[in-house]
């Protein structure tokens, strides 16, 4: 995989023809993150928060964004996508860190890889955004792909 599919002939973007591609189960898992001071921790765990459940909006938020991927990142294509789930854990051993976990899955001739990442940074950001008048300071990321299946590459696990 060493030439570029996304470039025309003439070197100009263009979105890659699947059409003659396999269809298959295709599944994508993301993770990312985001560090909060204890104020917006305890907001969170306590649902204190004054724009509402900060958890609640923000899984809405990453599944939105997951389903609306290809209206964001210019060369996806529009997907038909049969799930999307998105699941958090607190680390408190160091801080306050909430882990943020998105499986996409869909039936088709590309991958969701791109999806999962754009719901996991969504949700990411929807957190910082419901949060940011307590403390701009929190730090998100590193937001990564976990594990993808299906596909002519086949199966990825980090």
Same mark, same amino acid.
């Given at each position: 995989?060493n030439?570029?599919?996304h470039?025309?002939?003439?070197?100009?973007?263009?979105?890659?023809?699947v059409?003659?591609?396999?269809?298959?189960t295709?599944v994508?898992?993301a993770k990312s993150?985001?560090?909060?001071n204890?104020?917006?921790?305890?907001?969170?765990?306590n649902?204190?928060?004054?724009?509402?459940d900060?958890?609640?909006?923000?899984?809405?938020?990453g599944i #939105?964004?997951a389903?609306?991927t290809?209206?964001i990142?210019p060369?996806? !294509?529009?997907?038909n996508?049969?799930?999307?789930?998105?699941?958090?854990?607190?680390?408190?051993?160091?801080?306050y860190t909430l !882990?943020i976990?998105?499986?996409?899955?869909?039936?088709?001739q590309?991958g969701?890889? #791109?999806?999962?990442?754009t719901?996991?940074s969504?949700?990411a950001?929807?957190i910082y955004? #419901?949060?940011?008048?307590i403390?701009?300071? #929190?730090?998100?990321?590193?937001?990564?792909l976990? !594990?993808?299946?299906?596909?002519?590459?086949g199966?990825?696990?980090r």
């Open positions: 995989m030439q570029f599919t470039f025309n002939e003439q070197g100009r973007a263009k979105m890659v023809d059409s003659d591609k396999q269809t298959s295709r994508a898992i993150s985001i560090q909060v204890d104020i917006i921790y305890d907001q969170i765990i649902h204190k928060n004054k724009k509402g900060v958890l609640a909006v923000a899984q809405v938020a #939105m964004a389903k609306n290809a209206q990142i060369m996806c !294509h529009p997907l996508l049969s799930g999307i789930d998105i699941n958090f854990e607190w680390d408190t051993t160091n801080g !882990h976990e998105c499986m996409v899955k869909t039936t088709g590309t969701v890889e #791109m999806e999962a990442l719901g996991a969504a949700t950001l929807t955004d #419901m949060t940011k008048a403390d701009k300071g #929190m730090i998100i990321g590193p937001t990564y976990q !594990h993808k299946s299906g596909g002519k590459t199966d990825f696990n």
